[in-house]
């Protein structure tokens, strides 16, 4: 059984708009590209992550930047696992 995690957060872009990025946390490359593929048609931005861990270590600039300054220290603990 596959499991698959998407995660949605709002992002400002240089221009000082917001969007929507959506990562797709999914082991199984044919099922993750698909999901990217289908968000992309209706205009959001996506990224993809083969791992959980992955997306800690390599999402978690994404993550830091939704997280609230006070609230920074549960990101370190969770990337300490």
């Given at each position: 059984m596959s499991?698959?995690?998407i995660s949605c957060m709002?992002?400002?872009t240089p221009h000082g708009k917001?969007?929507?990025l959506i990562s797709i946390?999914?082991?199984k490359t044919c099922?993750?590209?698909s999901l990217s593929s289908f968000f992309r048609s209706l205009g959001y931005k996506t990224k993809e992550y083969p791992t959980a861990e992955d997306y800690l270590v390599k999402?978690?600039?994404d993550v830091a930047a939704c997280i609230p300054e006070r609230?920074?220290?549960q990101?370190?603990?969770i990337r300490a696992l």
């Open positions: 499991r698959v995690l709002r992002m400002m917001h969007e929507l946390v999914e082991n099922v993750r590209e999402g978690s600039s609230n920074s220290s990101l370190e603990r």
